[in-house]
């Protein structure tokens, strides 16, 4: 089983942790949309970030002294955003890390695909940018099929804890025979289930927390998880969507 998760737009580096292992598998693609910012001016990169000047500088200046291979920080320690918070993979224990290594993997517009312990650098790129690279009009048609064939290589389940923008990268190219579960956390208002941004951020990074802790195998695993008040529903749920309700207590 493969679970998938999303980046965070927050990054640092953290030479200072147990080191990265591998380089990522498409460093190939990832030098080549490096060169394409590169050759970008200021203006056009700021745009393209939808961002201030401030993170715009900062992310130009990443950019000028980029070294895709030297003094790099494992994935899973470099994202800051919420769902990495919750997540807390800095007090996983040796058999959490080895479960994520196994099964975690983390999109990116940037890198393609990433195990949590190979070694990367700070960037900002948002798979849903509209950055042309060669005859590619997008980060969607840049990377095409080939995160999805590069999963499969490896199992045919896929456990969906990424949001749309990243986790149709996947879904959009898998075969019928895939098994590709998304994982829905909401609540219930008005009869219908909403899904409120951040408290999905924060139980994303808990379930993976919660899978590496019990080393699951199976999708069905997932259904007992019963943090931040979230509870598997099986009547809202079928063979393709797991829901998860939240009932705060009174």
């Given at each position: 089983?493969?679970?998938?998760?999303?980046?965070?737009?927050?990054?640092?580096?953290?030479?200072?942790?147990?080191?990265?292992?591998?380089?990522?598998?498409?460093?190939p693609?990832?030098?080549?949309?490096?060169a394409?910012?590169?050759?970008?001016?200021?203006?056009?990169?700021?745009?393209?970030?939808?961002c201030?000047?401030?993170i715009?500088a900062?992310?130009?200046?990443?950019?000028?002294?980029?070294?895709?291979?030297?003094?790099?920080?494992?994935?899973?320690?470099?994202?800051?955003?919420i769902?990495?918070r919750?997540m807390?993979?800095?007090?996983?224990?040796?058999?959490?890390?080895?479960?994520?290594q196994?099964?975690l993997?983390?999109?990116?517009?940037?890198?393609?695909?990433?195990?949590?312990?190979d070694?990367?650098?700070?960037?900002?790129?948002?798979m849903?940018?509209?950055?042309?690279?060669g005859?590619?009009?997008?980060?969607?048609?840049?990377?095409?099929?080939?995160l999805?064939?590069?999963?499969?290589?490896?199992?045919?389940?896929i456990l969906?804890?990424?949001?749309?923008?990243?986790?149709?990268?996947?879904?959009?190219?898998?075969?019928?025979?895939?098994?590709?579960?998304?994982?829905?956390?909401?609540?219930?208002?008005?009869?219908?289930?909403?899904?409120?941004?951040?408290?999905?951020?924060?139980?994303?990074?808990?379930?993976?927390?919660?899978?590496?802790?019990?080393?699951?195998n199976?999708?069905?695993?997932?259904?007992?998880?019963?943090?931040?008040?979230?509870?598997?529903?099986?009547?809202?749920?079928?063979?393709?969507?797991?829901?998860f309700l939240?009932?705060?207590?009174?």
């Amino acid at each position: 089983m493969n679970l998938i998760i999303s980046p965070a737009k927050k990054m640092n580096e953290d030479w200072d942790s147990p080191g990265w292992k591998e380089l990522p598998q498409f460093l190939p693609q990832t030098q080549q949309l490096c060169a394409v910012l590169r050759g970008m001016s200021y203006d056009q990169l700021k745009r393209l970030w939808k961002c201030n000047d401030q993170i715009a500088a900062q992310n130009v200046e990443r950019l000028r002294g980029m070294d895709l291979r030297r003094r790099l920080t494992p994935a899973l320690l470099a994202y800051e955003g919420i769902q990495y918070r919750y997540m807390a993979p800095r007090v996983f224990s040796q058999g959490e890390w080895d479960y994520v290594q196994e099964h975690l993997k983390i999109l990116s517009g940037f890198y393609g695909l990433l195990r949590p312990l190979d070694g990367v650098t700070p960037y900002r790129l948002e798979m849903q940018a509209k950055l042309r690279v060669g005859e590619t009009a997008d980060l969607y048609s840049f990377w095409g099929d080939r995160l999805a064939r590069a999963l499969l290589q490896e199992d045919s389940c896929i456990l969906n804890l990424a949001s749309k923008e990243y986790s149709v990268c996947i879904s959009r190219h898998l075969p019928p025979s895939a098994r590709f579960i998304t994982v829905v956390f909401g609540e219930e208002i008005g009869g219908k289930v909403v899904e409120k941004g951040t408290m999905c951020k924060m139980a994303r990074g808990e379930m993976v927390r919660f899978l590496a802790e019990i080393q699951a195998n199976t999708p069905e695993q997932a259904q007992a998880f019963d943090r931040l008040d979230y509870r598997f529903d099986p009547t809202r749920s079928d063979a393709r969507t797991f829901v998860f309700l939240r009932h705060p207590a009174k």
